[in-house]
């Protein structure tokens, strides 16, 4: 049993930085940089958005869980070895290239979980707020320490962040660049759900799982209609839902999901 599981298991050996491991429907990608605490340095961020690119492109994959490498780091923020050596081009520069892979992030046509297993901060807290779901371990910390480098954070935190908790909150965080722990995260909506330690991964495993039998199409739709609709006034996101559902009563997904109800038995959904 145990053998076939691991032959079904794919691992692309194509990055320094990163662990890609496909278990169809579930993908885990793993930040691998435990030395750093998993820092983000230049190459990191290229190799996450190639990663994103494969995952995207693969059919057998429904649904991803980012988490970093090590038991203590999520994602301890931006490589502070290259920030140091910054100057103002290198900074936009650096600072677009995070924006970018953010935002393929949240194009991405299937749901991203953020396992939280440890430090996620500066970089690592953005990264995770451009998931879809953020999913903590009792021992993660959270927060925007930049100010304390003496810079602002780069990868969109001072945007997600008052969208996500709230203007007041997200400046206090911003302003102090302290550290909150998980049930605080919680407790202001910055993570969704926490979890004892040990059990983090396969609670997002489960969670996962249950997302990738539902209609792949339609939750690609719902991810870019709640998307849209958080940029958006009501009635214009409200017509971006009305589209959509049109669109997909023409989908296959559409037949096979309500002939299934109608009949009994558990829909097979292929994504077209
Ligand atoms: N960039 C580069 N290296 C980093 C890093 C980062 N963002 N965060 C941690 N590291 C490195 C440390 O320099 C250390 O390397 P060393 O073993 O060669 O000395 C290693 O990771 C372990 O970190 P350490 O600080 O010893 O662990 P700790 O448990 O004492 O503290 C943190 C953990 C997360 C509180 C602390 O590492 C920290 O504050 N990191 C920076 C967080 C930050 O400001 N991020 C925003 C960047 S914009």
Partial sequence: MMDAVAEETKTTMAYDNLKLERQAPVAVLTIDRPKVLNALNDATIAELSRAFDELAADPDIRCIILTGGGDKAFVAGADIGELARC???GGIAKSKRGIDLLFKMEGLPKPIIAAINGFALGGGCEIAMACDFRIAADTAQLGQPEVTLGIIPGYGGTQRLPRLVGAGTAKKLLFTGDR????????IGLVDEVVPAAGLMEHCQKLAQR???????????????????????????????????????ASEDQKEGCNAFLEKRKPGFTGR
Avoid at 181 to 186: N, T, V
Avoid at 221 to 247: Q, R, S
């Fill in 87 to 89: 100057d103002v081009q």
């Fill in 211 to 249: 997302i990738s039998e539902r209609g792949p199409l339609a939750v690609a739709t719902v991810k870019k209609a709640v998307n849209f609709g958080l940029n958006v006034d009501l009635p214009a996101g409200c017509e971006y839902e009305i589209t959509h559902f049109g669109v997909l009563c």
């Fill in 180 to 187: 909150i722990k998980a049930d605080e995260a919680l407790r």
